[in-house]
Every structure is written in structure tokens, then in C-alpha cells.
């Protein structure tokens, strides 16, 4: 096999004709080393006729329904046979060259299996996006963060991360994973639908002794929020309750429970300050996230993998550090 076909980049399509318009055509001039295929979960939209009319070079699977940003991807890549599988959003703009140096990792370092570029705002390019902004990390609580981005507050890219680093888990927005390891912990979680189940796999990765790795040297522009913006209750709700599943499937035995319960009792809080800022809405989400949870619960603990790496985050609670030490930049 040659370099020319070892990388799918693999684009989940949903009603995203125009992003497919705007943002394909440079996947498709900076791509030479992969084969690019959009994996459609059941557009309403003109989305298969633009790809057919527009981009004849791209390979096009059909999901029969919309799965969802998990199983949608586990369905489509049941049948893609690249060895690297890029799972990119679709509201991402690639740059030159982005990918040899995830190829020259992925070839010269065995035990890394999952990689992640520099990720910067589309809207505003000398900054970090939101979204994996130079690699992710959970606190003691379970909090996700990166670098270059903890809660609301996003850095300026000054080159302070420009580096190669091994990280906790990787963007959805643009995951790069070996084949044989998506298919040895058998993809994302179905139930998770969208959010955090990048983390979730990433978790299990971790547990199976796999290296999770940041590179600066590929870089790429999200635009984020194309699909759910966060001001949806929606996402509110699909952030909380995967958050509370994923620690139930991968934390410690030792540390399940009273993790658990104290990020309820956070969630509440969570729930009260939405109240406070007249977001009802996003504090039910937050109340359905928590039954749903409940409901879930016992068949996610039958998930659980024989064994828990302890070393899985910062020791620190991330929450401390910005709400009370008012640290708003990434600290090691």
C-alpha cells in the first residue's frame, strides 16, 4: 500500500450542503496523501447531489437514518479499509500540508494511536477554538479543558504551543486514529449519540495503554458550532448526561463513587446559576440529562473495561483553579 491511499479522511454529513461547498474543496487540494469520502446520515438537504455534481472524487456512504455523531461513524467506517481514519467536521478549513506530519507520527511512533492538529477559530484565526483548541484534558471532577482553552475563556495562539505533546484526549472536530485501534475498542459509544464520546474513546484508548498525541505541525481552522450551537439546550443536556456515563464507564473503582456524587451536586449548582441567568431551559436539560443518567446507569456499569489507568487526569479540580485562583490559562 503507498502513502497515496494510507490516510480516509471521512466527513459525517448531516444537512451540510453548504458547508460541504465552502469547505470541501480545500480538503479535497491539500489531501493528496488520503481518500476522502463524505458519510451522509440521512441529509433532507441537496447534500448527496452537491457532492455528486460538485466533488465526482469524493466517495460517498449512505447511513440510512441519522445516528448521530457516534454510531453515524461507526457505521460509515465499517467498510473503509485505510489503515488511518480522519474523522474531520464538517465546518473545518484544512491548511497545506496538514497531512504529512500526522503520517510521519503514525508511522514512526507504534504506540501512538490517536493524534489531534492545532485546532484554531475559523472566525477569528489568531486564536484557539474552542473545540480541542492544542489537546485536551480532564480534571479530577472530570471536567474536560485544553490547551489554549478552559471554560469560556479561549487563548491567543502565540506559538506557546507549539510543540509536540502527549494529551488526554483528542478533538472530534479533527481526530486522526488508527484503524486497528478504533476497531479494538470497537469505535465510539452508540448511546452517547453526540459530544464527549471522542473523550470517552479516547479514555478507553488510554486504559489500553495508547498514546493520545497533539502536533502543531498540522494546523486547521473550526468554525464550531455549525451543527448544535452551545446556546442550545440541547447540547446542554447531551454535555451533562455523556459526561456523568463516560466517567461511569472508565474512572477508578476507587474513586467512582464519590466522584459521581460530587458531580451531581455540581451539576445542581450548574443548574441553579442557569436559573439565575434566566436559562430555565438549560437547567431542565440539565434535570433530563440527570434522569436519563439514572435510567442508563446500571447497563453502563456492565461497560465498565477490567481495568482503569488512576492516572487519568490532572490532580487538580479545574473549577478551583478558574472560578477561585482565577487561572484562565492552561498550567501543567
Given at each position: 500500500m503507498?502513502?497515496l ?9 448531516w ?9 470541501l474543496?480545500?480538503?479535497?487540494q ?11 446520515n ?13 466533488f465526482?472524487s ?19 467506517l465499517?467498510?473503509?479499509?485505510e489503515?488511518?481514519?480522519?474523522l474531520?467536521?464538517?465546518?473545518v478549513?484544512?491548511t497545506e ?9 503514525f508511522?514512526?511512533?507504534?504506540q501512538?494511536s490517536?493524534?489531534?492538529?492545532k485546532?484554531?477559530d475559523y472566525?477569528?484565526?489568531s ?8 489537546g485536551?484534558?480532564?480534571d479530577k471532577?472530570?471536567?474536560p479543558?485544553?490547551r ?13 504551543y507549539?510543540?509536540?505533546a502527549?494529551?488526554?484526549?483528542a478533538?472530534?472536530a ?6 486497528e485501534?478504533?476497531?479494538?475498542l470497537?469505535g465510539?459509544?452508540?448511546?452517547f ?5 471522542e ?15 497533539y502536533?502543531?505541525?498540522s ?9 448544535l450551537d452551545k446556546?442550545n439546550?440541547?447540547?446542554?443536556y ?5 459526561s ?8 477508578p473503582t476507587?474513586q467512582l463513587?464519590?466522584?459521581?456524587f460530587?458531580?451531581?451536586i455540581?451539576?445542581g449548582?450548574a ?15 440539565i434535570i433530563?440529562?440527570?434522569f ?20 487519568y ?20
Amino acid at each position: 500500500m503507498t502513502n497515496l491511499n494510507k490516510i480516509a479522511v471521512v466527513i459525517l454529513n448531516w444537512n451540510g450542503a453548504e458547508l460541504l461547498k465552502k469547505f470541501l474543496p480545500k480538503v479535497i487540494q491539500y489531501s493528496e496523501q488520503a481518500t476522502i469520502y463524505v458519510a451522509d446520515n440521512a441529509s433532507t438537504d441537496d447534500s448527496i447531489q452537491v457532492i455528486t455534481e460538485l466533488f465526482p472524487s469524493v466517495k460517498i456512504i449512505i447511513n440510512n437514518q441519522n445516528y448521530g455523531f457516534a454510531k453515524g461513524y461507526n457505521e460509515a467506517l465499517k467498510d473503509v479499509q485505510e489503515p488511518y481514519y480522519c474523522l474531520l467536521n464538517s465546518d473545518v478549513e484544512v491548511t497545506e500540508n496538514w497531512l504529512s506530519p500526522i503520517l510521519t507520527i503514525f508511522e514512526n511512533e507504534s504506540q501512538t494511536s490517536i493524534i489531534q492538529p492545532k485546532i484554531l477559530d475559523y472566525k477569528n484565526k489568531s486564536y484557539f477554538e474552542y473545540a480541542g483548541a492544542a489537546g485536551g484534558f480532564i480534571d479530577k471532577f472530570g471536567y474536560p479543558y485544553c490547551r489554549g482553552r478552559i471554560f469560556d475563556t479561549v487563548e491567543k495562539d502565540t506559538n506557546q504551543y507549539n510543540d509536540e505533546a502527549e494529551i488526554f484526549w483528542a478533538s472530534g472536530a479533527c481526530f486522526f486514529i488508527r484503524k486497528e485501534t478504533y476497531q479494538q475498542l470497537k469505535g465510539f459509544d452508540d448511546d452517547f449519540f453526540a459530544h464527549q464520546e471522542e473523550i470517552d474513546l479516547c479514555w478507553r484508548a488510554f486504559n489500553n495503554e495508547k498514546k493520545i498525541k497533539y502536533t502543531s505541525k498540522s494546523i486547521v481552522f473550526h468554525v464550531g458550532g455549525a451543527t448544535l450551537d452551545k446556546a442550545n439546550p440541547k447540547k446542554t443536556y447531551l454535555n451533562f448526561r455523556n459526561s456523568l456515563l463516560m466517567l461511569t464507564k472508565n474512572l477508578p473503582t476507587h474513586q467512582l463513587i464519590p466522584i459521581i456524587f460530587t458531580r451531581l451536586i455540581l451539576d445542581g449548582i450548574a443548574g441553579v446559576q442557569f436559573i439565575a441567568q434566566g436559562k430555565l431551559r438549560h437547567c431542565l436539560a440539565i434535570i433530563k440529562a440527570h434522569f436519563v443518567f439514572y435510567s442508563k446507569l446500571f447497563s453502563f456499569l456492565e461497560k465498565r473495561s477490567r481495568v482503569q489507568n488512576s492516572n487519568y487526569y490532572q490532580s487538580k479540580s479545574i473549577l478551583y483553579q478558574y472560578f477561585i485562583k482565577k487561572g484562565k490559562v492552561f498550567v501543567r
